[in-house]
């Protein structure tokens, strides 16, 4: 009663433990932390951008330079960072690659509001600008792209690569790119309206340790890492009848409680008989579907695999879902789920070859409704097929858009510093204070070239010079060659990108970047700093970041 006859005395609402942060506080800390997450994977950027190493609360180590890993594997709890972790999963989900880059611009694009917030500019005036430059930016680089020829294989090798160089697929790139390039090209469909349709789902990836890398190879149709149920079965078929099974081959558990009693050996002896008679029923009933082969996703029992070894069947058992799923593309066969009702016109038909070395089943579709390829991918040991498998898995996204969507452009620096030359030609059109936004939008896109030289050891300021100086002139694909540090037509250098990418990049940055600006309060039930500003917040710099942010507000 007395608090609200109080004249200017705010009432009351919240919790003890609850914080509270308003307008130009609010807006500081949500930049920090936004910043921080952005600065954590900089330095990867580009071909000469490190690689982190990331150690879980399980201990278990993950080395990479993909910016959306090593976003996700940093176990961020501060809302607003997370913010942006979700532009880096935006940007994986969408386009397969640009997570360091989508990343890098929210956080410059936060970077500069700042400074146009500091100069009293309101938020939603670079709110509004913010927009108008991301959908200029966007029409530009539509504007800039060129259009390829899916069937111009060499320059999508050149996409290919371009999205592994800083990778660890890296040092194989003329053999990798090749393989993603024959991979896409195999699964690529041309759809009613002359464009080009690809369908990943039929690419399969599959890695193996022990080898080196440039023994990595693409197969058509698919690879199982398994063996045998049985050492007497055969391994090898020229048109084997395949089964796939998603439901155990082993005496059905009718009810679970049931106590077993046996009173006598006989009784016993008949249970056993049973058992045994309901084993090899369901072996009689694969092999009357005119079954050579059996993939079962789930166990199979000691006895019937003993019986269908006797009937000269194969059979593999605990094969992972996925890999039933694509056997099922391979090898045109229905996935059985009742041995009762199974038939000859559930199978499939597939060449079947076993690699003793490696321990592979290789399996390679006969029929006519085959679709699928693997990419076998090896390495010397786990850490090093891991980060070859996210590396590939990129260049894939890539090189399938690049053919899905049919347009590309110059890397390096290049298409980010001619887009930002166009948006400051832009801006003049552009009334009042929004003006200033779309300008500093533009030299959140240089970010990219200064970044990639930074990464690369050289002058960043020179550099930019350079390239503006270029651009100035005409040069639209004038970008930077990292390895010389001289400002080159990249494009023709092999360094080129999916424009789908560039322009999903901008508008998630974009997005992201206004979200985080049109907050003016924040207002936590907890604490806000993640872990304090102690000690534990030494390790990661995104948590110091955070952690000092908020230090010196509170
Ligand atoms: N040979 C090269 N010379 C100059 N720049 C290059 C070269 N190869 C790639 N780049 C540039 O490097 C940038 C991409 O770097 P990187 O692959 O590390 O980050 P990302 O693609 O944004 O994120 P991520 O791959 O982690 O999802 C692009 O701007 C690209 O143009
Ligand atoms: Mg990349």
Do not use: W
């Not at 951008?49 to 180590?61: C, E, I, P």
């Not at 990943?200 to 063996?227: M, P």
Request: proline share 3%; aromatic share 2%; hydrophobic share 40%.
């Amino acid at each position: 009663m007395s608090q609200q006859r109080m004249q200017g005395q705010p009432m009351i609402i919240l919790g003890e433990d609850s914080q509270r942060m308003k307008d130009r506080d609010a807006q500081s800390h949500n930049i920090q932390a936004a910043r921080a997450v952005a600065e954590a994977v900089r330095s990867t950027l580009g071909p000469k951008g490190m690689d982190k190493m990331l150690v879980s609360s399980m201990g278990d180590v993950t080395v990479t330079n993909d910016g959306v890993t090593i976003l996700q594997e940093m176990d961020i709890d501060n809302p607003t960072a997370s913010m942006i972790v979700e532009v880096a999963e935006t940007q994986e989900d969408e386009a397969g690659d640009g997570t360091t880059t989508a990343v890098a611009i929210a956080g410059e694009l936060l970077k500069n509001a700042e400074d146009l917030l500091e100069q009293d500019i309101h938020p939603t005036a670079i709110i509004k600008g913010y927009n108008l430059a991301s959908e200029k930016a966007r029409e530009e680089v539509n504007e800039v792209a060129d259009h390829v020829d899916p069937e111009d294989e060499a320059l999508l090798k050149k996409v290919a690569e371009t999205s592994m160089t800083g990778k660890g697929a890296e040092l194989n790139k003329e053999l990798l790119g090749q393989l993603i390039v024959d991979a896409v090209q195999a699964v690529t469909v041309e759809a009613d309206d002359g464009g080009h349709i690809v369908d990943l789902e039929y690419v399969n990836v599959e890695t193996q340790t022990g080898r080196s890398v440039d023994q990595s190879e693409l197969l058509k149709g698919a690879v199982i890492d398994k063996d045998p149920v049985h050492p007497d079965m055969p391994t090898d078929f020229e048109a084997a009848d395949v089964m796939l099974i998603n439901e155990p081959i082993e005496v059905e558990e009718t009810d679970v409680d049931a106590e077993l009693k046996v009173d006598s050996p006989e009784q016993l002896q008949q249970f056993l008989d049973s058992e045994e008679k309901q084993l090899r029923e369901k072996v009689d009933q694969i092999a009357a579907t005119g079954a050579d082969v059996v993939f079962c996703q789930k166990g199979i029992d000691d006895l019937a695999q003993h019986f269908l070894a006797k009937k000269g069947i194969l059979a593999v058992r605990r094969v992972k879902k996925s890999d039933i799923k694509f056997l099922k593309e391979v090898t045109g066969a229905s996935v059985v789920s009742d041995l009762d009702s199974a038939e000859a016109d559930d199978l499939g038909v597939a060449t079947i070859s076993r690699d003793d070395e490696d321990e592979l089943f290789y399996i390679e579709g006969t029929g006519d409704e085959t679709h699928g390829v693997t990419l076998l991918l090896r390495g010397s040991t786990g850490h090093v097929v891991d980060e070859l498998e996210r590396g590939i898995g990129d260049a894939l996204d890539v090189v399938a858009t690049t053919v899905a969507d049919g347009r590309v452009l110059a890397g390096g620096g290049a298409i980010e510093v001619e887009v930002a030359r166009r948006l400051r030609d832009y801006a003049d059109s552009v009334e009042g204070r929004e003006q200033l936004a779309v300008e500093a939008f533009a030299d959140s896109l240089e970010l990219v070239p200064r970044v990639l030289a930074e990464n690369a050891g050289l002058d960043a300021i020179d550099t930019l010079v350079d390239l503006r100086a270029a651009h100035d002139d005409g040069q639209v694909r004038a970008g930077l060659n990292v390895f010389t540090g001289d400002v080159v037509d990249t494009f023709e250098a092999g360094v080129v990108e999916p424009a789908h990418a560039k322009e999903q990049a901008l508008s998630s940055a974009t997005e992201a970047a206004n979200l985080v600006l049109k907050i003016d309060d924040i207002i936590a039930a907890g604490d806000l700093s993640t872990g304090g500003d102690g000690d534990e917040d030494a390790g990661g710099p995104p948590a110091g970041g955070m952690g000092g942010g908020m230090g010196g507000m509170m």
